[in-house]
C-alpha cells in the first residue's frame, strides 16, 4: 500500500520550475540546435515535460560563435512563426549567454533574460582574469550578472571560496539540471549538491543543446528522479522571469 501511495503521488513533469532560463534551442546560430525542424521538437518536447516558457540564450562568443541581439532575434522569430503554425502556446524569450574574455563588450547592444539579467559564462578550464572586475562593471551598468553552471567550472572543485564572493558581490548562480544526475561527471555532480545544501542557487535551467540532453532530462522528468532530487530546493524562476513580456 505505501509503495502504491508513493508511485501515485510522484511528480513526473517539471511545472514545478516553469521556465526555464537557459536553453540553446534557437535555430542554427550555436552549438545548439542546427535547425528550425529541430528547435520546434525540441520546444515542442520541453513544453510536454511541463514548461511554460523558454529563455533562448545563445552563445555571444566572437571566436566561435560571433551572434549580435540582431542575429538572435531573427532566429528567435523564425522560430516563433514556426511555433504559430504548429499551435505551440509555450511562451518564446531570448536573451544570450556572454563568455567572459577579452572580446566581452559592456557598451555594444546587450541581450539580457529579461531587462536586467545577464547570462555569463568562462571557459571550463580557468577563471576568466578579471571576472570580479567585469561583474563589478555589469552592475555599474545596470545589469545582475547571473554566472551560469558554476558547478561544471573544475577551477572551483577544489576552491568553492571564489564563487560565495561572487553571491556576496551579487552574483547570482544558474544550476544545469544535468548536473545533480551525473551528466557531466561525479565532480561537477558533487559540487552542484554542495551549492545546493548551502543554498547558492538562484536558478535552474536545462542548458539544451541537443537529442542525449533532451532525453537524459526527459527521462529524469518523467520518472520523478528530478523533482526528488531538487523539486523543492526553491529555485526563482518563475518569480524573476513568468512575467516577461514575448
Same mark, same amino acid.
Given at each position: 500500500?505505501?509503495?502504491?501511495? /508513493?508511485?501515485?503521488? #510522484? ?34 518536447? $520541453? ?80 577563471? /576568466?582574469?578579471?571576472?570580479? #572586475? ?23 572543485? #577544489? ?7 561572487? #553571491? ?45 540532453? $533532451? ?27 513568468? /512575467?516577461?513580456?514575448?
Amino acid at each position: 500500500m505505501l509503495s502504491f501511495f /508513493s508511485k501515485k503521488n #510522484k511528480v513526473t513533469d517539471i511545472s514545478w520550475l516553469g521556465v526555464d532560463m537557459h536553453s540553446h534551442v534557437l535555430p542554427g546560430i550555436d552549438d545548439g540546435s542546427p535547425d528550425v525542424a529541430t528547435s520546434l521538437r525540441f520546444v515542442k518536447s $520541453l513544453q510536454e515535460l511541463g514548461f511554460e516558457q523558454l529563455i533562448c540564450t545563445p552563445h555571444i562568443y566572437k571566436e566561435l560563435y560571433p551572434n549580435t541581439k540582431e542575429t538572435i532575434f531573427k532566429a528567435k522569430s523564425s522560430l516563433q512563426s514556426e511555433m504559430n503554425k504548429a499551435g505551440i502556446a509555450l511562451k518564446l524569450a531570448a536573451g544570450a549567454e556572454y563568455m567572459i574574455d577579452q572580446d566581452f563588450n559592456l557598451e555594444e547592444s546587450l541581450c539580457p533574460l529579461d531587462q536586467k539579467h545577464l547570462l555569463i559564462e568562462m571557459s571550463y578550464l580557468s577563471e /576568466s582574469p578579471g571576472i570580479s #572586475k567585469t561583474i563589478f562593471e555589469i552592475e555599474i551598468k545596470g545589469y545582475q550578472p547571473v554566472l551560469a553552471h558554476p558547478e561544471r567550472y573544475t577551477f572551483y572543485f #577544489k576552491d568553492k571560496s571564489r564563487l560565495r564572493r561572487f #553571491k556576496e558581490k551579487g552574483c547570482l548562480l544558474q544550476l544545469n539540471l544535468l548536473s545533480v544526475l551525473g551528466y557531466y561527471g561525479r565532480e561537477v555532480k558533487q559540487l552542484a549538491e554542495l551549492l545546493l545544501k548551502e543554498k547558492m542557487y538562484d536558478f535552474a535551467g536545462t542548458d539544451l543543446h541537443h537529442d542525449k540532453h $533532451l532525453s537524459t532530462l526527459t527521462e529524469a522528468v518523467q520518472t520523478g528522479k528530478l523533482y526528488d532530487l531538487i523539486g523543492s530546493y526553491g529555485f526563482k524562476n518563475q518569480e524573476v522571469f513568468g /512575467s516577461i513580456c514575448v
